[in-house]
């Protein structure tokens, strides 16, 4: 018999005029698609260990919904697989954590932890997947929060009988990004996290005093990319770390740095 699993979830919109006029049609829809690609995107990454950037790419796996309930902004979802993911458990708790944790780090909180022994496993041996995952997801999500935007109102995304985590205008500052600085400046600190594969991961900044995703340019110069790994290395053992990097930062709406675009590094 063929594998079928499924796990409930729950969008409300609250807030504004939505108890007294309903939701906008066109910025509600506008919304609840975002979310929908949102969700395809996390829902992926979570059955297929891989990050990709089209919603419909989504195989072995569904979500749909029911018809809203009446007198309320409330859509019923059912996230439906059909075989078992790549190295994930197929667990109602894995998967809500794994969307909490997605989805948290792609709103704003870097450090997201997780509940979940999967998750927390995830996130020690390759941290870096979700920082591309929440890249991924940011188109999606600045449509998701058109609602948010425009008529005041926040939505919360829920399993039974609990909420994983909720929208409003401090997610939508971070999702909303402003148009990249095309100048390159030097920043100092160290690498905390690598992906080998990637060679993406995270660093902490000295100017910025806490740890940013570091993505390399199309242009990085591949001929210093061993520092990284060196910088890594003595991170672990608190030995000489420090590299100077080139680059540009990401930044969020309310100009907090979402990420540093790397076009080079070397030894500080």
């Known amino acids: ?15 504004g005029n939505v108890d007294e ?26 059955l297929n260990d891989e990050t990709v950037m089209r919603a419909t790419a989504l195989k072995g796996a569904n979500l749909s919904f029911s018809a809203p309930r009446q007198g309320s902004v409330l859509f019923d979802l059912k996230a439906l697989f059909k075989r078992k993911p790549k190295s994930a458990p197929l667990n109602a708790d894995t998967y809500y954590d794994f969307t909490r944790v997605a989805l948290e780090r792609a709103t704003g909180n870097l450090q997201a ?13 390759d941290e870096p997947f979700f920082d591309e995952l929440s890249e991924k997801l940011e188109g999606s999500l600045q449509q998701a929060h058109r609602s948010i935007d425009n008529e005041g109102v926040f939505v919360s995304l ?22 990249e600085n095309p100048t390159t400046i030097e920043f100092v600190g160290n690498m905390t996290r690598l992906n080998t594969r990637t060679g993406n991961g995270r660093a902490y900044i000295n ?5 940013v995703p570091i993505k390399k340019s199309e242009n990085f110069n591949t001929g210093n990319k061993g520092w990284l790994t060196w910088s890594l290395h003595g991170d672990n053992l608190s030995t000489d770390k420090d590299l100077i990097f080139t680059g540009r930062k990401i930044e969020s709406a309310s100009g907090e740095t979402k990420r540093i675009i790397i076009d080079d590094c070397k030894k500080k």
């Open 1 to 15: 018999m063929d594998l079928e699993q499924s796990f409930a979830l729950k969008l409300r919109f609250k807030g």
């Open 21 to 46: 006029a309903g939701l906008d049609l066109y910025d509600g829809s506008a919304s609840f698609h975002g979310f929908a690609r949102a969700l395809q995107l996390t829902t992926h990454a979570f």
């Open 113 to 125: 932890t997780a509940n979940s022994n999967f998750v927390q496993q995830k996130l020690a041996a």
């Open 158 to 179: 829920e399993r039974p009988r609990s909420t994983l985590l909720v929208f409003d205008q401090k997610t939508s500052s971070w999702v909303n990004t402003r148009d």
């Open 207 to 211: 100017s910025l005093k806490k740890i």
